[in-house]
Nanobody
């Protein structure tokens, strides 16, 4: 069993930055690929970014490449999502999740946090 708690969301102006954090507890954090999804109002949840167990490899949705950076600190059992150049369309609830593989993360996840809301004002 893994518990995930996201933090760092909030209200920010377009063009600004945020860093989301996801703290994990339970089973060994480094056993899992980690990543982020988001769900905008009225839309389906979508894959955002994933990072491999050790943190050497990352994947991003095309819509966020160049603006989002996923990272992890296995010593702190935490995964991060740095979001730069925020746009109104980035407004969503952001969820972190665990998975068995970074490559298939968008299809195969195990545990989820409850999400943190990011609101971008234009």
């Amino acid at each position: 069993q893994v518990q995930l708690v996201e933090s760092g969301g909030g209200l920010v102006q377009a063009g600004g930055s945020l860093r989301l954090s996801c703290a994990a507890s339970g089973r060994i954090f480094s056993s899992y690929a980690m990543g982020w999804f988001r769900q905008a109002p009225g839309k389906e949840r979508e894959f955002v970014a994933a990072i491999s167990r050790v943190g050497w490899n990352t994947r991003y949705a095309d819509s966020v490449k160049g603006r989002f950076t996923v990272s992890r600190d296995n010593a702190k059992n935490t995964v991060y999502l740095q979001i730069d150049s925020l746009k109104a369309e980035d407004t969503a609830v952001y969820y972190c999740a665990t998975g068995s593989s970074m490559a298939t993360f968008h299809l195969d996840t195990d545990y989820w946090g409850s999400g943190t809301l990011v609101t971008v004002s234009s």
